[in-house]
């Protein structure tokens, strides 16, 4: 009954509320925003009232005397304007800007109003329009200034990163460093350095990859420095076996920085490296930048066994890898059945041969030995028996 009340008292509420006519008011507001160019930003405004409000969004430029308004819509500035707006329940209303430039700079404003003539340009100005407004500044980008710009290595040596912040926007709250897009933990500093260093002791597969210095300024910024490094080509196994007239596969991986642009695999006889280009004879490539991948179709033990390898290549250099096929006979697998059947064999054939050689006559008179003791056995028992009990008595 409780339940039933309250749901009944919930409709009321609800029909109520359809019926009565509230004012549009902010449940949220946008919030003014420091950006840099080349960045995006993003303003949101919720409003609530009965009729729902429409939300418009405007653009201010000039100073309080020579204002000028300017309504934005979703594709406006050369499609760099995007928004988004929903009214159910009440009604919520996200602007997006992309590639910032200086001339974004300014005041942004969400208006709304759920007054039925708010859109009448006859109507006397008393229509209502409630307003929240919010700024977007958007600075120019500071120098950075990285040395090295790049990091070309070869050598697997020592690599020292540096960069040098000449302007910023703000003072320098701390700094640290990040690697493909991970935070280096070791490399946070709360100090207002300008200049920030971080070492590699051994530029390879693992140091390889894109580092950015990071300034905590407001806004915060930063700068990139790439570390290149040969390609770290490994087969996925070094020894690969397959049936003769079946299919062969071979695979090898690279994960190094930058990816392999190209990948190529080779027979190898001795000295002799033999190209083997996709779609020629029995031979597929199929490759990706993190991985290649070679198909053999009908495997033959004579032409096909032996050792091959892959090579990749970036724009630093080229790094490869073996692998060791063996090509077994389509009868391989059978040999140990085989060996197990000749096995049961040989045991069957030498017990039949010993069962055959045994002499029949020898088999009789052990069975004809033992009947007879049992029975004078017996009765020599028995007698013996029958005397010692009369002697007792």
Not at 305 to 310: I, K, L, R, T
Not at 347 to 365: G, H, M, Q, S, W
Not at 378 to 391: E, F, I
Request: negative net charge; proline residues 4%.
């Amino acid at each position: 009954m409780y339940s039933e009340s309250s749901g009944l008292l919930s409709c009321l509420k609800c029909q109520l509320w359809l019926n009565l006519e509230v004012l549009a008011g902010f449940m949220k507001s946008p919030m003014s925003q420091m950006k840099l160019v080349e960045d995006n930003a993003e303003l949101h405004c919720e409003v609530m009232g009965n009729p729902i409000p429409e939300v418009q969004w405007w653009f201010i430029e000039g100073d309080e005397l020579e204002e000028t308004f300017t309504q934005l819509f979703d594709g406006a500035r050369q499609e760099q304007v995007k928004i988004n707006a929903t009214y159910i329940l009440h009604a919520t209303s996200t602007i997006y800007f992309t590639n910032l430039s200086l001339n974004d700079s300014g005041t942004y404003e969400c208006r709304a109003s759920n007054d039925p003539n708010r859109n009448d340009l006859k109507k006397s100005p008393k229509i209502k329009w409630i307003r929240s407004q919010a700024n977007i500044i958007v600075f120019e980008y500071p120098v950075i200034v990285t040395m090295p710009s790049e990091v070309v290595n070869i050598t697997e040596t020592t690599v020292r990163l540096s960069c040098n912040l000449t302007n910023p926007t703000s003072a320098v709250a701390g700094s640290y460093w990040v690697k493909d897009g991970k935070k280096i933990d070791s490399s946070v500093d709360t100090k207002p350095n300008t200049v920030i260093e971080y070492t590699i002791m051994k530029a390879d597969l693992q140091t390889g990859g894109v580092y950015h210095c990071v300034f905590l300024t407001f806004p915060q910024v930063n700068s990139s420095i790439e570390v290149k490094v040969l390609p770290h080509v490994k087969a996925y196994k070094h020894s690969e076996q397959g049936n003769e007239n079946d299919k062969g596969v071979l695979t090898c991986t690279c994960h190094s920085y930058p990816l392999p642009t190209d990948w190529q695999w080779f027979k190898v006889i001795g000295d002799k490296k033999t190209l083997l280009a996709n779609g020629t004879e029995r031979f597929e490539v199929k490759s990706t930048p993190e991985k290649s991948i070679l198909s053999i179709g009908e495997l033959d033990i004579e032409k096909d066994a032996g050792d091959y390898e892959c090579l990749a290549t970036n724009e630093v250099g080229s790094g490869s890898d073996k692998i060791q096929l063996r090509v077994r006979s389509r009868l391989a697998a059978l040999w140990p059945f085989l060996g197990i059947v000749a096995e049961v064999i040989i045991l069957v054939t030498v017990i039949f041969i010993y069962e055959k050689r045994r002499k029949p006559d020898d088999i009789a008179d052990d069975d004809d030995s033992g009947a007879a003791p049992l029975k004078s056995n017996a009765a020599t028992n028995h007698k013996d028996q029958n005397v010692r009990q009369r002697n007792c008595n």
